[in-house]
């Protein structure tokens, strides 16, 4: 920057949702792909929701707009294509078909990885960098969107990945050699967005954003040496947009005096989830009175750090569904003035990106006004940074107080409103009772031989089979009371019985019911629950055109009458074979709810294991002989910082342990894992001490059956050998191949074969295919004759 920076508004937000808020790209999108409609129909879609989004925003009185917060599919992605990172095998064919197969996989090429976003319910597509990779820029999509913007009048800050983050959550190529790191490439990719800046300002931008979420969690100093590097590097560009580089998820530790070294005009901190010693630490699980941890900084350095700066201050959660404590966010923004001194600049932002959370609470009439009190949804939080932004311009330089503890509010009565909670259970000691022990997997695994009879290699399925339009729109049907319970429950009986038949048909060996009856694995949970509530259209992005409705959990949770074990006993009176009972874990239901902050998260997580305990009791008293706890959030929820892990692992397989450890011996335990990186958590697979443990494997190069990762990990294993996140239908032999390779290193009698995922998301045509070239490929390793 030559002259003086351009100042930033007193207000703005890091992002907001794109799915619509009837979900229209989710429809448009799908109708894409099925071929209902044109890619010029799509962009149309994304034209009308981005000016739909812009004019929203600055209806509200937002400060300053993002662009490029829009995708057909992901960010990440998004950024792979900017930068021209495209596999070689994606392309050929028209810009947008290279887009969706590196999403979704094409005729012959499977698509790119997907994994969690941080510690979200968001999956992103893993870029892929090689040694070679060549950069080219392409900077059509943030440039065109200004441009949109500007049409309709409204100026633009482009938002996009920061170099730093691109690289360190890009996977390296299969043909990079092992030493190789994408962030090797770092230079390289600066010379790129040197191009991109030179554009933007070019075109007369005067902010850009580059989140930077990578550097909340650990990083080597060779890693903060790139971040110095890198935006030394951007900083000294003569033509350039003034640089605005957000943080979320958690505090930036040594990333911020790297950062605040370098001459990026404006920084972003999430001070929800991380927070500055003694000015806001609200996350749940951390008291406010916490003293600094190790890396953080003390209030008096921060003038230092910021002098001259922007800090973009995030004090509305862009994560949890909950009005803002208003004096609480006030005291926290003036304590930050005052601390970054007068020649430092605060506005008032969100915590992250509201891609996390819904819309509108307005589009939400049907929730129970006590709850709704104490909700704010994307464009009530905006609101909210509206009006903090103006009273923090009201009050006179000198307020801020450092909160020490004392004084402050506690969470309890954080939210506004009068929400007094229910009485707490824990409180009384009711959950700390000691979870009952299972005999050693040894004793169990040969009681279970006895009951099951399983063949070596037994093959089964992840739970869910297609939702079938019908069932969906019966089920809307339901709701809007145009259908009575009894017919409803007749189709999800016809249901069960058609996914029964089609997997006895197919010579499956361990069967499920195909959860028809459930709208989504925690949602359905939630419904039959006391203590949650649930939305009619509360969607949040999950990935691609997929969302969900994630439920509200308010008070203490108890479970007042069975809720699956009717369906249980349903589908298993239909046939002979195992029917698998099935049901969703405790951390994964707190994982993808919006959960009370009142009480720690273990807490929280214990009362819900404890209702699913019943469950797991029940069904087996119901005689079901295989019970399935999913935790696909187990990894999830793992904080970000190595230093709170054990921790929270601990607890999460007490949590677990607590609701399985009911079963008897003869009970088989499984649970399943899926976009969890599960190599990195073996021990605490381990310590689940499920009697099988199905994972994702499909697309993440079945990492967790090298030797190291896999141990002496002693239970049964299912690595998943189809992706039914694909529409692509695996083949048998490549099905082998998969399994040859658990069978490498594990025993056959613990090697299951199955999918990497339920298959809600596939239609039955490629299910059936894909069972079939299942069963043919364990009974070809069995030495069976095909039949
Ligand atoms: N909560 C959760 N998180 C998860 C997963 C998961 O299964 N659940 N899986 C992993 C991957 N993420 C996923 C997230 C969503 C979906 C998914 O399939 N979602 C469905 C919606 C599921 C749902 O809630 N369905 C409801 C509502 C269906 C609906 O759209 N109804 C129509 C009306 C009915 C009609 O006429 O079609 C409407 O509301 O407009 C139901 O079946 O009842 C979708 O986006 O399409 C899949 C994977 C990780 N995180
Ligand atoms: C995201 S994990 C999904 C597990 C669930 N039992 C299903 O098959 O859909
Ligand atoms: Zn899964």
């Not at 590097?229 to 003034?242: D, T």
């Not at 009006?387 to 939210?415: I, K, N, V, Y």
């Amino acid at each position: 920057m030559t002259a003086r920076p351009p100042t930033f508004p007193t207000s703005t937000v890091l992002g907001y949702p794109r799915i619509g808020p009837n979900r229209e790209l989710k429809r448009a999108l799908e109708s894409y792909w099925d071929g209902r409609s044109t890619y010029q129909d799509l962009q149309g879609t994304g034209r009308r929701l981005r000016e739909e989004t812009w004019r929203r925003l600055d209806g509200l009185g937002l400060g300053a707009l993002p662009s490029g917060t829009f995708s057909f599919y992901d960010q990440m992605l998004d950024t792979a294509v900017l930068l021209g990172a495209v596999p070689d095998r994606y392309r050929g064919g028209t810009d947008e078909e290279a887009y969706f197969a590196m999403a979704r996989g094409a005729e012959g090429v499977t698509p790119l990885r997907m994994t969690k976003w941080f510690d979200t319910n968001y999956h992103y597509i893993v870029p892929e960098i090689g040694p070679d990779t060549s950069f080219r820029l392409d900077a059509a999509k943030p440039l065109s969107e200004v441009r949109e913007a500007r049409e309709h009048g409204l100026e633009t800050r482009p938002v996009l990945i920061g170099p730093v983050t691109f690289l360190l959550l890009s996977q390296a190529a299969p043909s990079a050699p092992a030493e190789f790191a994408p962030l090797d490439r770092l230079a390289d990719v600066l010379g790129v967005y040197e191009e991109l800046l030179r554009e933007l300002a070019a075109e007369g931008v005067e902010w850009v954003q580059l989140d930077e979420p990578a550097l909340v969690t650990d990083r080597t100093s060779a890693e903060l040496d790139a971040v110095r590097a890198a935006y030394g590097r951007l900083g000294s560009l003569p033509e350039r947009p003034a640089l605005f580089v957000a943080s979320y998820f958690g505090d930036l530790g040594d990333a911020l005096p790297a950062l605040a070294a370098t001459p990026v005009e404006a920084i972003g901190l999430d001070l929800v989830a991380g927070g500055l010693p003694g000015l806001y630490a609200a996350t749940p699980g951390r008291p406010t009175d916490e003293a600094a941890r190790p890396g953080e900084i003390p209030g008096k350095l921060l003038g230092k750090l910021l002098a001259g700066k922007t800090v973009v201050a995030g004090v509305v959660s862009g994560r949890d569904v909950w009005r803002t404590d208003q004096e609480r966010a006030l005291a926290a923004l003036l304590a930050l003035r005052d601390q970054a001194g007068p020649a430092a600049h605060v506005v008032v932002s969100t915590s992250c990106s509201l891609l996390h959370v819904p819309y509108d609470l307005d589009l939400e009439p049907g929730l129970d006004p006590d709850v709704r009190r104490r909700l704010a949804f994307a464009d009530q939080k905006i609101a909210e940074v509206v009006e903090l932004a103006a009273l923090l311009a009201a009050a006179p330089a000198g307020q801020g107080t450092t909160p020490t503890g004392q004084g402050t509010t506690p969470a309890a009565t954080r939210t506004a409103g009068p929400a007094p909670r229910p009485a707490l259970e824990h409180a009384s000691g009711h959950t700390l009772q000691p979870a009952p022990v299972r005999s050693p997997y040894a004793v169990r695994a040969a009681a279970q031989a006895e009951h099951l009879r399983l063949p070596p290699l037994p093959v089964t399925t992840i739970g869910s089979f297609p939702q079938t339009g019908e069932l969906r729109e019966a089920r809307a049907r339901l709701a809007a009371g145009e259908l009575d319970e009894a017919a409803y429950d007749d189709l999800v009986r016809a249901e069960i019985a058609r996914a029964v038949a089609l997997q006895e048909g197919l010579g499956l060996d361990v069967l499920v019911h195909g959860e028809p009856e459930r709208n989504d694995m925690v949602q359905y949970f939630a419904e039959h629950l006391d203590g949650f509530a649930v939305t009619r259209n509360g969607w949040v992005q999950s990935y691609g055109s997929r969302c969900t409705r994630p439920p509200i959990l308010f008070g203490d949770v108890r479970r007042p009458e069975p809720i699956t074990v009717r369906w249980a006993r349903h589908a298993q009176s239909l046939t002979d074979k195992p029917v698998k009972g099935m049901l969703t874990g405790p951390v994964t239901i707190v994982a993808w709810s919006f959960v009370r902050d009142d009480i720690p998260l273990r807490d929280v997580v214990f009362q819900v294991a404890d209702a699913i305990g019943d469950e797991v009791r029940d069904l087996e008293a119901a005689g079901v002989r295989v019970i399935q706890v999913d935790e696909p959030a187990l990894r999830e929820l793992m904080p970000l910082r190595r230093e709170d892990q054990g921790a929270y692992l601990e607890w999460a397989v007490a949590a677990y342990r607590r609701a399985t450890s009911g079963a008897g011996d003869h009970t088989q335990i499984h649970t399943h894992l899926c976009y969890s990186d599960a190599d990195q958590i073996v021990g605490a697979i381990d310590a689940l001490d499920a009697d099988v443990t199905t994972i994702e494997s499909a697309r993440s190069g079945a990492r967790i059956l090298d030797e190291e990762a896999i141990g002496d990990f002693e239970r049964g294993l299912g690595p998943g050998v189809y992706d039914i996140h694909s529409p692509r239908v695996p083949s048998t032999w490549e099905i082998e191949v998969a399994l040859k390779a658990a069978l490498r290193v594990l025993p056959a009698d613990r090697v299951w074969v199955n999918p990497d995922c339920g298959l809600k998301t596939r239609t039955y045509e490629q299910v059936e295919a894909a069972l079939t070239n299942l069963v043919a490929a364990a009974r070809h390793l069995r030495g069976d004759q095909p039949s």
